[in-house]
């Protein structure tokens, strides 16, 4: 049978049927047109309030030490203090705020020597760069920056944690530069093989994107703690501590450094066959374990340490009880030990 409008009972019958279908999928369409069209606001409004942020932060933050130009990047380099040696404080991964943070400890060191952070690019008042972040690149620009400052080698270089690979390339590579080495809990390429561990794991290049849409501003903001030093011990200033946090949240975890993570291993496998030279002066600190469980295999950082010792003359391993970044909480133990090192070296020459 026909309506008055000339529908059949099983042409209504579909169209009842299909309505509901119908709309249901017209109305998800709109709630999600809806949803994608205000994360895009949100991210748009996040990026333009970081990016803005960010400009009026730069202003009210002057690097702490000078600019220099190392290929076609800024790099900042900060130096104090003055002595017969010449100490370069190397950087852990991703510590946004290397000069800031390692500040407590070059005031320190500085009492009897001239004492040198360079910020890699990347990192605190330096430029980023899409250079690839290769041993090869990372040294290059170390070696660049230090002598565009005017400060000629040999160098003492002191790297913390990712920057021992940079310390061991550049006494291979430079023997000359180099007349000391002493490392703060320093990865080495040995480590993975003599621990059992497995190659570094990668991080996904999109997490770069993070930095610009300013997430790891947010986040910064949400949990600081996490983006700073440790000033348990009461080292830094407020002053310091608000510096890091504003140099955090701008450059915290940005494309330079995601691309650094994900050539750990590259870069290990570079160095895996260098040694240190067993007539060069080695200091490793290091933890003492009393804060960590002990292995079933009984190896432990000091034991590993002890693998790159072939010259107990002048080569050594000192356990501190202190966590991975070490100078956050031993600084003036660290500059003592640090001082007389320095001393047998120069009785030595």
């Given at each position: 049978?026909?309506?008055?409008?000339?529908?059949?009972?099983?042409?209504?019958?579909?169209?009842?049927?299909?309505?509901?279908?119908?709309?249901?999928?017209?109305?998800?369409?709109?709630?999600?047109?809806?949803?994608?069209?205000?994360?895009?606001?949100?991210?748009?409004?996040?990026?333009?309030?970081?990016?803005?942020?960010?400009?009026?932060?730069?202003?009210?933050?002057?690097?702490?030490?000078?600019?220099?130009?190392?290929?076609?990047?800024?790099?900042?380099?900060?130096?104090?203090?003055?002595?017969?040696?010449?100490?370069?404080?190397?950087?852990?991964?991703?510590?946004?705020?290397?000069?800031?943070?390692?500040m407590p400890l070059a005031q320190a060191l500085a009492r009897e020597n001239r004492v040198v952070v360079v910020e890699p690019l990347g990192y605190g008042w330096s430029n980023t760069t899409k250079e690839a972040r290769t041993v090869e690149n990372t040294?290059?620009?170390?070696?660049?920056?230090?002598?565009?400052?005017?400060?000629?080698?040999?160098?003492?270089?002191?790297?913390?944690?990712?920057?021992?690979?940079?310390?061991?390339?550049?006494?291979?590579?430079?023997?000359?530069?180099?007349?000391?080495?002493?490392?703060?809990?320093?990865?080495?390429?040995?480590?993975?093989?003599?621990?059992?561990?497995?190659?570094?794991?990668?991080?996904?290049?999109?997490?770069?994107?993070?930095?610009?849409?300013?997430?790891?501003?947010?986040?910064?903001?949400?949990?600081?703690?996490?983006?700073?030093?440790?000033?348990?011990?009461?080292?830094?200033?407020?002053?310091?501590?608000?510096?890091?946090?504003?140099?955090?949240?701008?450059?915290?975890?940005?494309?330079?450094?995601?691309?650094?993570?994900?050539?750990?291993?590259?870069?290990?496998?570079?160095?895996?066959?260098?040694?240190?030279?067993?007539?060069?002066?080695?200091?490793?600190?290091?933890?003492?374990?009393?804060?960590?469980?002990?292995?079933?295999?009984?190896?432990?950082?000091?034991?590993?340490?002890?693998?790159?010792?072939?010259?107990?003359?002048?080569?050594?391993?000192?356990?501190?009880?202190?966590?991975?970044?070490?100078?956050?909480?031993?600084?003036?133990?660290?500059?003592?030990?640090?001082?007389?090192?320095?001393?047998?070296?120069?009785?030595?020459?």
């Amino acid at each position: 049978m026909r309506d008055n409008l000339g529908n059949t009972d099983h042409e209504k019958k579909q169209d009842m049927q299909g309505k509901p279908v119908h709309g249901f999928f017209y109305h998800l369409f709109g709630i999600l047109k809806a949803a994608a069209l205000i994360i895009i606001f949100l991210i748009a409004a996040s990026t333009a309030l970081h990016q803005t942020m960010t400009v009026w932060e730069k202003g009210r933050t002057p690097p702490a030490g000078d600019l220099v130009t190392a290929d076609g990047h800024k790099m900042s380099i900060y130096v104090t203090g003055r002595g017969e040696n010449t100490i370069v404080l190397l950087p852990g991964l991703d510590t946004a705020a290397p000069i800031l943070d390692f500040m407590p400890l070059a005031q320190a060191l500085a009492r009897e020597n001239r004492v040198v952070v360079v910020e890699p690019l990347g990192y605190g008042w330096s430029n980023t760069t899409k250079e690839a972040r290769t041993v090869e690149n990372t040294v290059e620009e170390l070696r660049i920056a230090l002598k565009a400052e005017g400060l000629d080698g040999p160098y003492v270089l002191m790297p913390h944690s990712i920057s021992g690979i940079d310390a061991l390339y550049y006494a291979n590579t430079y023997p000359d530069e180099v007349c000391a080495v002493i490392g703060i809990d320093c990865t080495l390429p040995a480590m993975p093989d003599y621990f059992g561990e497995g190659e570094p794991a990668q991080v996904p290049a999109i997490l770069g994107l993070l930095n610009p849409v300013g997430i790891i501003r947010w986040s910064c903001m949400l949990n600081p703690d996490a983006y700073i030093s440790d000033n348990s011990s009461g080292l830094y200033t407020p002053g310091n501590l608000a510096m890091q946090k504003r140099i955090a949240a701008r450059m915290g975890q940005n494309a330079t450094v995601i691309d650094q993570m994900n050539r750990i291993g590259d870069n290990m496998e570079i160095t895996k066959d260098m040694k240190f030279d067993s007539q060069l002066p080695l200091l490793f600190f290091t933890r003492d374990g009393s804060s960590q469980e002990a292995r079933e295999d009984g190896k432990s950082s000091v034991s590993f340490y002890q693998t790159y010792v072939t010259n107990d003359e002048c080569q050594r391993v000192v356990p501190l009880n202190g966590g991975h970044y070490l100078h956050w909480t031993c600084s003036e133990e660290m500059a003592e030990e640090v001082g007389v090192f320095l001393r047998t070296m120069s009785d030595n020459r």
